[in-house]
């Protein structure tokens, strides 16, 4: 089931920058316009690849594809290319990229799994939440290590995001910040 207003909105996205791009890079510097066009290109190919999936494939695979990042996330750190002062590329048949851009995506399905499956009754319940928090803090310490603290700081924000709206206590990471200052 196709959801064309999605369709529309990022094809009009797509189309505003692409004019944007052509109006800033006329004359000389039209190969970064056709550059951006292949990238469209290639994005809208992957998004119609993932929606022929169900969302179950997604959900049952989760932790798989979690697993798969975090072994990109090293793949990156240490024979990853190196580009702009820091190691985080890899370069797939002439294509480079970043893994911690995929790792995102990857870390919200993981959490969604994880708090769709366990849910929180009573206080000693929290004991597992260190499970999902050390799901986070895997790829947060590699990202940062790589050194991305944008990408690190937008994957820490989407999981306290996750957590909040599963409905995690605000006074619980208050403590878990006075623990790790210490």
């Known amino acids: 089931q196709i959801n064309w207003f999605f369709i529309f909105a990022i094809s009009f996205l797509c189309f505003v920058g692409l004019v944007m791009i052509y109006s800033a890079t006329i004359g000389d510097q039209s190969h970064i316009f056709l550059s951006h066009v292949y990238k469209i290109i290639f994005g809208f190919i992957i998004m119609i690849f993932i929606s022929l999936f169900d969302i179950d494939f997604w959900k049952k695979n989760a932790y798989l ?4 990042g975090i072994i ?18 890899i370069n797939i048949f002439g294509f480079n990229f970043q893994p911690s851009e995929i790792m995102k995506i990857f870390i919200i399905l993981s959490l969604a799994k994880f708090f769709d499956e366990k849910k929180i009754q009573e206080p000693r319940d929290y004991l597992f939440i260190f499970v999902p928090i050390i799901l986070v803090v895997i790829p947060f310490s590699l990202i940062l290590s790589q050194p991305d603290l944008g990408t690190a700081m937008l994957i820490l924000f989407v999981s306290i995001v996750i957590f909040f709206i599963f409905g ?9 910040g006075v623990f790790s200052l210490i």
């Open 65 to 68: 594809l979690y697993f798969l």
């Open 168 to 176: 995690i206590n605000w006074k619980f990471f208050g403590v878990l």
């Open 72 to 89: 990109l996330l090293f793949w990156a750190s240490f024979y990853g290319y190196v580009g702009k002062g820091a190691r985080r590329w």
